[in-house]
Every structure is written in structure tokens, then in C-alpha cells.
């Protein structure tokens, strides 16, 4: 059986669907796919080649697929587009079209009009899909608020956690002078994001340092990096752009807490990454991050920057006083998500 897996935004691992879908293609390499003869999609094809060798047939992408008449002529029995913002479609319609969808934050934060050409791709893509998979509870209720999904199976297929494996004798070091304790957050530079309040938080925190990472090259980013020139925050925040998974797993590993404001999240990757450290993590109460986070994260209500300062001490205490209850909780959510898991459940909708 002929598997296609849209998968071109494996490029871009720092950014959550290139984690996803590298991720997601790494446990699906270490079962038995003796039945199915899957393709992924890639810029760099010859990358996946060094690493899963024969495992999987390559496909090299190129943009020109967005439009028709460049589409792939090949067909499939099963299409699988890993997320739902992709513009690559099969050419000839497949047995079975698998739609993955991470959120829909693009009616919240594009338009809201049915019309807009974002709603109507992505209207098309629902109503092409034979099964839907969301990989979160809230996804899929984000996307029955404001679509009409059509009348065909859907499941919550839950990620997995991308720190599951940690990095031994991690020998990575800071470029720079680091002698207080930090806390840390790594995410994309975008709004939704919500970095600044933290940020903003920091102005009322002494003795500690805040480390934000990920691709800070964007307005936002620039927004950030502005208000702490102007509020001399240099010594207290810190932006160290993209990194490398040594680099994010030093940064998990050592920090007081790992902080994620987040206010639109499909899942939100990060907070399960620092768990796996044993860290206490501080989410804010939007969206999916209670459902991931569940009852092992602390939760803001509001951003204030007086009221996170606050919270944020008074449950420190709480964890340090009472480490082993909150261990035992940081640890049980951690491991509750498997990439293993994961695809297993994608190779049972393969399959079936």
C-alpha cells in the first residue's frame, strides 16, 4: 500500500510542525511498516535518506507543487497531510486523504471571514479529508467553533514528547557569563507567543535571569528586544535566538522553572519538554495548555506582571517544600506522551 506523507515542513525543526513531523517519522522508522510503502515529502531529501537509509521512499519538494498542474502524478492509497496549513495536494484523489490539524489560530489571528482565502484553503482541505486527526481535544473543539466539519471519523491523536530521549554527556556551555539562576522559554517570536509579559514580569524580579530562545529575527522579536533597551533589562533577559537541541536540553535541564505564557496553542511542546527535566512549569490557562499540562503544571490567570511575579514565587515554594508530591505528578505527564505511541496510532489508520 502506497503511503504519502506530506511532510515538507520537516525543514524547519525548530518551529513546532517541522518537530512534529520530524518527530512523528522517526517512530514511525522504528516499527514494522513491512506492508506499507511510504513517501515523504522534503526540500532536502537526501537528509532523511543519510538518516532512515531504505525505511522510507523520498520525495523532493519543491514550491512549485502549490500550484495544479505541478502536483505529484503518482498515486497513492493513502494521503496524509501532516498539517493543515499546507498547500501541496495530491494530483489524482487518493483511496483515503488523512488530514492532521494542529490548531486553526489562522481565523483568530487572519480573518474570521469564511471568504478569506486562509478559510477557504483550508475549507477545501476538510472537505477533501476521509479522516481528520487532531492532536489535542481543544484542537478539534477550535475547529467545530468555527468550521462545518464534515461527517467522517476523527481522532485525537495526542503528540509525543520530543526531549523523551535525553542528550548524554551534553557538553554544550552558554557563550555568556551565566552566575544566577534562570528561568527559561523557547518558542517562536510571534504574538501568541506572549513573551513579553514575561519579560514584562522581569522588572520586579531581582537575583534572576530570564532566557527566552527561538527565532527572535521577526517583528515581535524586534518589539522584544526594543522594550528591553529602553527599560534596561540587558542583565535580566536574555535572547539567544534559535539553538540546538544541546543547547535547548542545558537550558531545560539547569533553569529555576520553565515559563510558557502562551495565549493560542494547539498542544504546546515545550512545557512537556521541561517536565521531562523534572522542572516546575508556569503556563497560562488558555486554550490546550491545561489539557497537556494537566494537573502537574501551575496555571496563570491573568498577566499582570505584579500577579505573575507573585504566583510564580508563592508555587515555587510550594514545589520546593513539597518536591516529591510535585515530582511525582512533573514525571507521570511526561512520560504519558509518546511519539511511540503516536505512531502507532497513525500506522493503525494506515493500515485500517
Known amino acids: 500500500m502506497n503511503v504519502f506523507l506530506e511532510s515538507h515542513n520537516i525543514n524547519n525543526k525548530a518551529g513546532g510542525l517541522g518537530t512534529f513531523n520530524y518527530q ?16 515523504l515529502n522534503a526540500k532536502h531529501p537526501e537528509i532523511l535518506k543519510k538518516e532512515f537509509g531504505n ?25 496524509h497531510s501532516l498539517n493543515q496549513n499546507t498547500k501541496v495536494e495530491p494530483f489524482f484523489k487518493p483511496k483515503k486523504y488523512i488530514l492532521t490539524v494542529h490548531d486553526v489560530n489562522f481565523v483568530e489571528e487572519v480573518s474570521k471571514d469564511m471568504n478569506h482565502k486562509v478559510n477557504k484553503k483550508f475549507i477545501a482541505k476538510l472537505k477533501r479529508a476521509d479522516v481528520i486527526t487532531y492532536i489535542s481535544e481543544f484542537a478539534k473543539k477550535q475547529t467545530h467553533q468555527y468550521f462545518d466539519v464534515p461527517s467522517v471519523p476523527e481522532h485525537i491523536i495526542y503528540n509525543g514528547n520530543p526531549s523523551e530521549t535525553k542528550i548524554e554527556n551534553n557538553t554544550f556551555k552558554p557563550s555568556f557569563e551565566l552566575n544566577k539562576p534562570f528561568f527559561y522559554s523557547i518558542g517562536d517570536f510571534i504574538p501568541r507567543k506572549n513573551f513579553l509579559s514575561i519579560v514584562k514580569m522581569m522588572e520586579n524580579i531581582e537575583n534572576y535571569v530570564l532566557i527566552l530562545s527561538g527565532n527572535k529575527d521577526k517583528e515581535y522579536g524586534r518589539e522584544i528586544e526594543n522594550y528591553i533597551k529602553a527599560n534596561k533589562l540587558e ?11 544541546e543547547a535547548k536540553q542545558y537550558y531545560m535541564q539547569n533553569c529555576t522553572a520553565f515559563l510558557f505564557p502562551s495565549i493560542r496553542e494547539g498542544f504546546g511542546l515545550p512545557p512537556i519538554e521541561a517536565m521531562k527535566f523534572d522542572k516546575p512549569v508556569f503556563l497560562s490557562n488558555l486554550t490546550s495548555l491545561p489539557e497537556i499540562g494537566g494537573d502537574a503544571a501551575f496555571y496563570w490567570e491573568n498577566f499582570n506582571p505584579n500577579y505573575m511575579k507573585d504566583f510564580l514565587f508563592t508555587n515555587l515554594e510550594a514545589f520546593n517544600t513539597n518536591k516529591l508530591f510535585y515530582l511525582e505528578k512533573i514525571k507521570a505527564r511526561a512520560n504519558f506522551f509518546s511519539w511511540e505511541k503516536a505512531a502507532k496510532e497513525y500506522l493503525e489508520l494506515y493500515n485500517s
Open 24 to 39: 512523528l517519522i522517526k517512530a514511525l522508522s522504528k516499527l514494522d511498516l513491512k506492508t506499507l510503502d511510504i513517501t
Open 55 to 79: 525505511t522510507f521512499n523520498y520525495s523532493k519538494y519543491s514550491s512549485l507543487e502549490r500550484h495544479f498542474l505541478f502536483r505529484k502524478k503518482k498515486k497513492y492509497h493513502v494521503w
Open 235 to 245: 542583565e535580566k533577559v536574555i535572547l539567544t535566538g534559535k539553538v540546538s537541541d
